[in-house]
């Protein structure tokens, strides 16, 4: 079998990759923002780095981080904490348990937001008054105002066009300014591609690197979806590439992911071209 193992640890567990860029700015003006006391929205398809991003801008900034996952059942609870039965000095009391969003508030963390668009718009407006200018909400739950801290700012991530997502509320857009993250592509995906996978021959990691610029090319006029191209799909096929010939590898990360029988088959006619032989 015509494989390329690298490193003979296919058990091992990773550590998170650094984000890589290939604009090197990127990175570097969304730290800026946020040391300005901005709010950072992060707008790119699935399997981007959104989430890589805004760990990496933790990291940066010395900050601990807390999540929120919208769903479409996001509530106030999931966002400010709830009231609980609790036993204080032998006797029943009310409890009140403090949620992301407060807890960040507070405590003066990074409140990751992911996928703020597939949250219901009724329920985000709770949030104008802690990111804009007031950096304060008054709490449902508790009847007080919560003041942030000064390290308290908020990244965002949104996966525009994605099925169940609606367009932001204007005036919650409004409170962030806005990085694009693409698809990361060229040489920085093959620095990517050595970094975070167990792929190391320079051969196949450029073909792979081809491979995904086909894949952007093929989303961009719609012949398939733009998960097709995911970074983190491509990822797995290179690993798994390492251990099987790699078009088997790109059948189970990137076509069998595809719905679509015509995308599947363009996927692996594309993969072909670079692995027809291998
Ligand atoms: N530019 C990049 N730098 C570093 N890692 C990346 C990059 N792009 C993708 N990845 C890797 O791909 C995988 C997916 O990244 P991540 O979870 O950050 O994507 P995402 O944009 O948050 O996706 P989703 O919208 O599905 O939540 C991770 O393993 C991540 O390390
Ligand atoms: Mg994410």
């Not at 191209?229 to 088997?248: E, F, G, H, Y």
């Not at 679509?260 to 032989?277: H, K, N």
């Amino acid at each position: 079998m015509d494989v390329d193992s690298g490193r003979e640890t296919p058990l091992a567990r990773r550590g998170s990759p650094r984000f890589i860029a290939d604009r090197p700015h990127l990175v570097d003006d969304a730290e800026a923002a946020l040391r300005l006391g901005k709010h950072v929205l992060l707008r790119g398809p699935t399997g981007s780095g959104k989430t890589r991003l805004a760990e990496a801008l933790a990291e940066r900034l010395g900050l601990e981080m807390e999540s929120v996952n919208c769903s479409v059942d996001l509530d106030l609870e999931a966002l400010l904490g709830y009231r609980t039965l609790g036993i204080a000095e032998g006797r029943t009391v009310v409890e009140y348990v403090e949620g992301p969003v407060v807890r960040a508030m507070r405590l003066g963390r990074m409140l990751y937001i992911d996928e703020l668009n597939v949250a219901r718009p009724e329920v985000l407006p709770i949030l104008h008054g802690a990111l804009d200018h007031r950096r304060r909400l008054t709490n449902p739950l508790t009847a007080e105002v919560v003041q942030a801290h000064p390290n308290f700012c908020v990244i965002a991530a949104i996966n525009e066009g994605y099925a169940g997502t609606s367009p932001l509320n204007e005036a919650l857009l409004n409170r962030f300014v806005v990085f694009d993250v693409p698809y990361v592509q060229g040489e920085a995906l093959a620095q990517l591609i050595r970094e975070a996978t167990a792929l190391a021959g320079a051969h196949h990691v450029e073909r792979f690197v081809r491979l995904s610029a086909d894949l952007v090319r093929a989303s961009e006029v719609g012949e398939l979806p733009v998960e097709a191209a995911s970074i983190r799909a491509l990822l797995d096929a290179c690993d798994l590439s390492t251990q099987m010939p790699p078009l088997r590898a790109v059948r189970y990360a990137v076509a069998g992911k595809l719905s679509d029988p015509r995308e599947q088959d363009l996927v692996m006619e594309l993969a072909s071209s670079y692995f027809g032989g291998a």
